[in-house]
């Protein structure tokens, strides 16, 4: 069975940075593509970025270019979101996903003064 454990997120003052990561088990992480999206009170669920099976960077949202950069370590079987220069409108819950169908718990971040 397919499981996204994300964890790191909490409460950072605005310009303050995070390091998300995402435990994922029960298959084949090597194969898989991995993203991360995000969900906030009056907004759909957001893309945040992609990772291919290399550790190339495929994409990033506008809004969060030069400030979030995921990676992956394929030995651990970890995605990371690292998250520098934080804003208010990033508090979200944040979750890592492998396609639609399989998706973690998520965990909050939460960014004010």
């Known amino acids: 069975q397919v499981q996204l454990v994300e964890s790191g997120g909490g409460l950072v003052q605005p310009g303050g940075s995070l390091r998300l990561s995402c435990a994922a088990s029960g298959f084949t992480f090597t194969d898989y593509w991995m993203s991360w999206v995000r969900q906030a009170p009056g907004r759909g669920l957001e893309y945040v970025s992609q990772?291919?099976?290399?550790?190339?960077?495929?994409g990033v949202a506008v809004s969060m270019k030069g400030r979030f950069t995921i990676s992956r370590d394929n030995v651990k079987n970890i995605v990371y979101l690292q998250m520098n220069d934080l804003k208010v409108e990033d508090t979200a819950l944040y979750y890592c996903?492998?396609?639609?169908?399989?998706w973690g718990q998520g965990t909050q971040v939460t960014v004010s003064s």
């Open positions: 996903m492998r396609d639609l169908g399989s």
């Open positions: 990772i291919n099976t290399d550790g190339d960077e495929t």
